[in-house]
């Protein structure tokens, strides 16, 4: 290692021991109540967390407790791989996923008061270019945010699936978009407040969810239901994704971090 990086990573280490780096978790708790994506007939869904006690304290096992546990790949806070999509079927699964695709910069797209506006607002090339121009060109293996004040519902299921007579609603980058982050910029991923990376109407675009067929067809990322996104600056802040090394797998609920310089 050169003594630059070794520098580096050691001002990483003093600032988390001193203070001057917050670790913000931008993770959604899990349990049995996580909303989960509902799709409609004749599709199948993806279950939600259920429990099955082992033991608990008891003769069955006097001195600890566990469960066994019922959960979809794509519940809670979790990870798209590109196998979770057709376009990327030939792609990486969880496990194969290399890890510095998992750990970079963070940068937010704040559409709150958009969404606030139009709960179904679509993100656009637009958007994307205004940002570079205030920002900066998106740096390689950065993972792109979009902010949207969503995580406020993320604890109630009506609010947060959205669903009126048109299907849900809910904000996402339209195909332009879509097309522009799967092969304009060397990003790792994109990531969502919502339940998933495409809007609620992606359904009816063309290609239907864009961003599910264009993003992980190119062989990136997905991430998806985050929290916290507001302690978080538009730039200068490191994501950290942590799925389970899941063999096969199309998705993984996952621990995601930022470590963030304060001040």
């Keep these: ?23 913000v978790d931008l993770t959604q708790p899990l349990s049995e109540s996580t909303p989960v994506i509902k799709l409609p007939p004749p599709f199948a869904n993806t279950p939600r967390l259920s429990r099955e006690e082992i033991s608990r304290y008891d003769n069955r096992g006097p001195a600890w407790a566990w469960y066994t546990l019922t959960i979809g790949e794509h519940a809670g806070t979790h990870l798209d791989a590109p196998i979770h999509w057709i376009t990327g079927k030939d792609g990486a699964d969880v496990a194969s996923i290399p890890p510095s695709m998992l750990i970079g910069p963070a940068c937010v797209v704040d559409k709150t008061a ?30 792109v945010l979009m902010r949207t004040g969503w995580q406020s519902r993320a604890q109630d299921e009506a609010a947060f699936l959205n669903v009126g007579q048109n299907g849900p609603e809910t904000p996402g980058p339209d195909v332009d978009a879509s097309r522009w982050l799967a092969h304009e910029r060397p990003i790792s991923g994109f990531g969502t407040e919502t339940v998933g990376i495409d809007a609620g109407a992606g359904g009816g675009f063309d290609p239907p969810f864009p961003l ?49 310089p304060k001040g």
């Design 114 to 143: 958009e969404t606030e506006a139009n709960p179904g607002y679509l993100l656009t090339v637009d958007d994307l270019e205004a940002w570079e121009a205030e920002n900066g060109r998106l740096p390689e293996r950065a993972w």
């Design 212 to 260: 599910h067929n264009l993003l992980l067809g190119a062989g990136r990322l997905g991430l998806t239901q985050l929290a916290n996104l507001d302690r978080l600056p538009i730039t200068g802040a490191l994501i950290v994704v942590s799925p389970l090394r899941l063999v096969g797998g199309t998705g993984s609920p996952s621990r995601a971090f930022a470590l963030v």
């Design 1 to 23: 290692m050169s003594s630059t990086r070794t520098t580096q990573v050691g001002a990483l280490l003093e600032g988390l021991a001193d203070g001057s780096v917050e670790i």
